[in-house]
């Protein structure tokens, strides 16, 4: 498996931004992601707003998202 790259949270919120997803609420250093999927559920997604994630939070974030989006669509923004 290629390794994760090193990324900030706000470069983490840029690539979910053009997925569709939207800025719900921040509290703290933590921002809430949501959008309406095609049956009209809500997707919902937190970000840390850190200026470096840890490897182990962010591959958390790529897998909780990978329930909303294909693998094959998040690997080049991911991973190296």
């Known amino acids: ?3 994760l790259r090193r990324m900030s949270g ?4 840029a690539v979910f931004e053009s997925f569709g997803f939207e800025v ?3 509290k703290g250093s933590h921002v809430k992601l949501r959008r309406i999927g095609p049956h009209g559920e809500r997707q919902t997604l937190t970000i840390p707003d850190h200026s470096e994630l ?3 939070t962010l591959r ?4 909780q998202a990978t329930r909303y989006i294909s693998t094959d ?7 190296r």
């Open 10 to 13: 706000r470069a983490v919120l």
């Open 73 to 79: 669509d998040l690997k080049p923004h991911f991973y």
């Open 54 to 56: 840890d490897t182990g």
């Open 24 to 26: 719900q609420s921040r």
């Open 60 to 63: 958390a974030i790529v897998r």
């Open 1 to 3: 498996m290629p390794n």
